[in-house]
């Protein structure tokens, strides 16, 4: 299965899912962004799950886990691409992204972050 | 519950299994006629009861059957292990005690999203859960 790319673009991480995840694959992925987080000044993380047709409890509580870790390091998580139906089977599981924001696509994400920048700085 | 079709057996041993056995039973269900929303919340059910096999038993099997019944089809999914079992199955079942966190077996929220759902366990002879989602 092949690793998710992590592509650093002005301060922000995009990782780019490319196919389903295992718990494992998951967990490795919130770890790597974190370290990438710690790193290096990043103030924003874009998690594309387009490619995903699930989104369970546990992969939800990873991202959670996730855009908190990040949160503490003064960077902002957004999810996006979130597939109909696979919103649908999260509002019936009562799952929720509360740490990360959401948007429809990479270019509502890195909107989001600009705008989030520019209340902060301005 | 209903008869059987046909009928695809997975081992359930390590996480790839897990989405193995979702993809699997999803695959059934497009082939049956569930809509592509019941699809991802059948795919969805299987991925939490399969997840508690990896992490409570270590090692069980998910069963994927197509069956139909008075003209209506639909897929039902047996969900088993030889594992530790489950000493309370009502708690389990509790919306309270997996929002809490701690047992977070992901069941209620299983339930919740399928037609038919019937566990069986017994404290050191495993867990059997069965699901069905009509199309």
């Not at chain 2, 309370?88 to 079942?93: D, Q, S």
């Not at chain 2, 919306?95 to 966190?101: C, E, H, L, R, V």
Request: hydrophobic letters at 45%; proline letters at 3%; glycine letters at 10%.
């Amino acid at each position: 299965m092949p690793e998710t790319p992590i592509l650093a673009h002005s301060g922000v991480l995009i990782a780019s899912i490319q196919s389903a995840l295992s718990d494992s694959e998951i967990l490795s992925l919130r770890s790597q962004l974190l370290a990438r987080i710690s790193h290096k000044s990043v103030r924003g993380v874009v998690i594309d799950v387009s490619a995903l047709d699930v989104l369970d409890s546990f992969a939800t509580r990873t991202l959670n886990e996730l855009a908190s870790g990040a949160r503490l390091r003064g960077a902002q998580t957004v999810v996006v691409g979130i597939q109909p139906d696979v919103a649908l089977s999260m509002v019936l599981l009562g799952l929720t992204l509360r740490d990360a924001e959401t948007a429809l696509d990479l270019d509502a994400a890195l909107g989001l972050l600009e705008s989030a920048a520019g209340r902060r700085d301005g | 519950m209903a008869d059987l079709r046909s009928s695809l057996r997975v081992t359930i041993a390590r996480d790839a299994d897990v989405v193995a056995a979702r993809q699997r039973g999803r695959a059934v269900a497009a082939e049956v006629g569930l809509s592509r929303p019941d699809q991802a919340l059948l795919a969805t059910a299987i991925s939490e009861l399969a997840r508690n096999v990896v992490n409570y038993a270590g090692r069980g099997e998910a069963l994927i059957e197509a069956v139909s019944q008075v003209g209506r089809r639909g897929v039902l999914v047996t969900v088993s292990d030889n594992g530790p079992g489950i000493d309370n199955i009502e708690a389990a079942l509790s919306d309270g005690f997996s929002t809490g966190g701690s047992l977070g077996l992901g069941l209620p929220g299983a339930r919740r999203i399928v037609d038919e759902f019937d566990i069986e366990s017994k404290p050191g002879e495993g867990v059997r859960v069965r699901i069905l989602k009509w199309a």
